[in-house]
Structure formats: structure tokens, C-alpha cells
């Protein structure tokens, strides 16, 4: 059953991924990989207010394991950073690591605050 | 370049870096094969995620090995996809939807590595937080690298010693 949560969650997540990455992607005309540090971070921030909020392990399961967890990415985070770095952009494949980190830590001890605080 | 194998190979060796696309996520248009393989890729990954997740519990303020593994193989795995569909499987059109971004996009995760370092931080384990945040990011980045490369040269090798064989007969 929980295996089935998970598999639900990340039906939804993946494509959501891939469709987030290609609406900002068409919008700008930067190497900057803006799609990908979209989805990390609003995942992180749900994760945490699922976290915070005590979420019970089948939502658990379905949001923060299959969606969140399938909706971020950490090969395409870092393939994307090492292509920065290789096609000459080191610049920018630092800003992307920075911005990855400080911004998924930020909106996840975010999102931890607000979960717990509408849990009481 | 066929008459000098010898001469392409060394050139390979000073220069195996990251010849693929940009973007892994840089598919053709988001028709609904695209997104139905997406969605079915993205089952796979997060079940096996899961499933490590599972066989390899962490304490509060322990190393999260299950999902540091998960990244590091992960990236592996997209440095090497990324060079055979280029290399190699140039023709097949729903495998860098299915296997990149589905299937390694929904395996590794970002959200749960971050949520790690913030429960290692609640733990009162900043040094495993620390520790865990730098070695998933720095490994992470040297897997891409040597999935590429060494799928580079095996890809090479291969082709060399098909080539010589066929020269031979």
C-alpha cells in the first residue's frame, strides 16, 4: 500500500518536473538552469511543511517520499552544474550550487517553521 | 576520422568531459508519450529510492548513507546516459525522457537531502550536517564526471576494437 502512495506521488511529480522545466526554460534566455532550482526548492519547502506539520506516514508517503522527493532532482542539479562549469560558465555553475543549497535550506527550515506552527 | 582511430582515441583521453545536451530536461515537446514515459520513469526511480531508503535506516544525527547512495549512483548514472545518447542511442527519441528525466530524475532527490541536513541540525549533529551537505554535493558532481568519462572511453574502445576486427576479415 505504501509502495502504491509513493508510485502515485511521483506519477504526478516527475512530469510536473519536466513541465515546470520547460515553462521557465521558454521564458528566459539564460544558460542559468532556472527550472531545475524551481522544482528543488518548492519541493524542499513542501517536504518541510509536511515535516513540520507532523504529516502521518501515508501522506508522508504519497507527498513527501513520491511527490516531493521525485519532483526535485539531484543528477540533473548536478549535470546541469558540471555543463555550466565545462562550457565555460563557472560563474554561473557556482551560483547554481549556492543558489541550490542556500535557497532548498532556506525554504525548507521555511516550510518546517510554518508546519509546525499550523500543526500548534 | 575512421582512417585514424589511434589518433581520435589519444584526443579523447586529454578531453572526456560532458559532450550531451545542456540540459537533461531539454526533450522534444511535451506531447503525451513524453509525459506518460516521464511519469512511468519517474515511478521507477522513486520506488528504488524507497526501497534503499527503507533497507538503509539512518538514527537522528547519523550520516544518511541510504540517500547520500542513492545521489552518488544517480549521478553516475546521468554522466553515462547522457554521453550513450549522444554516442550511441542518438535514434531513440523517449529514452532521455524515460531514463533521465524520469527514471534518474524521480531516483535521485534534492528535497529529502536538504530535509537530511536539517534534521542532522536539529540532532545537534552539525558536523554530520556538514559533513553529509559537502560529500553528496562534491561526490555528486564527480560522479556526473566519471560516468561520462569512463562511458566515453569504453564507447571508444569498443568501436576501436570492432573496427580492427572488421579490418582483419
Not at chain 2, 511519469?39 to 537522528?60: D, E, K
Request: hydrophobic content about 50%.
Amino acid at each position: 500500500m505504501t509502495f502504491l502512495l509513493v508510485a502515485l506521488g511521483a506519477a504526478l511529480g516527475a512530469p510536473l518536473r519536466y513541465l515546470t522545466d520547460r515553462f521557465i526554460q521558454a521564458r528566459h534566455d539564460s544558460v542559468f538552469p532556472w527550472g531545475t532550482l524551481t522544482v528543488n526548492v518548492a519541493g524542499s519547502l513542501l517536504l518541510g511543511l509536511l515535516v513540520g506539520a507532523r504529516a502521518g506516514p501515508a501522506i508522508m508517503a504519497l507527498a513527501g517520499v513520491g511527490f516531493c522527493g521525485t519532483l526535485t532532482t539531484y543528477s540533473t542539479f548536478s549535470y546541469e552544474t558540471l555543463r555550466l562549469a565545462q562550457g565555460g560558465s563557472r560563474f554561473y555553475a557556482i551560483a547554481n550550487i549556492v543558489a541550490n543549497v542556500v535557497a532548498g535550506l532556506g525554504a525548507a527550515f521555511l516550510g518546517l517553521a510554518i508546519g509546525l506552527a499550523s500543526a500548534g | 576520422m575512421r582512417s585514424h582511430p589511434q589518433a581520435a582515441a589519444r584526443q579523447s583521453v586529454g578531453r572526456v568531459g560532458l559532450r550531451g545536451p545542456r540540459r537533461p530536461a531539454d526533450v522534444p515537446a511535451g506531447t503525451w508519450p513524453v509525459l506518460a514515459v516521464i511519469a512511468a520513469g519517474g515511478v521507477v526511480g522513486a520506488l528504488a529510492r524507497y526501497g534503499i531508503q527503507l533497507g538503509l535506516p539512518h538514527r537522528p544525527g547519523g550520516f544518511p548513507w541510504s540517500t547520500f547512495l542513492v545521489n552518488i549512483t544517480g549521478c553516475l548514472l546521468i554522466g553515462a546516459l547522457m554521453v550513450l545518447i549522444v554516442e550511441v542511442w542518438s535514434g531513440a527519441r523517449l529514452l532521455r525522457p524515460f531514463l533521465g528525466v524520469g527514471v534518474l530524475g524521480g531516483y535521485t532527490t534534492f528535497s529529502t537531502y536538504v530535509l537530511d541536513i536539517q534534521q542532522a541540525v536539529t540532532a545537534a549533529a552539525a558536523a554530520t550536517a556538514l559533513l553529509y551537505l559537502a560529500a553528496t554535493l562534491l561526490g555528486a558532481l564527480f560522479a556526473v564526471w566519471a560516468g561520462a568519462a569512463l562511458t566515453t572511453r569504453t564507447v571508444r574502445w569498443l568501436r576501436r576494437a570492432s573496427d580492427s576486427q572488421g579490418g582483419e576479415q
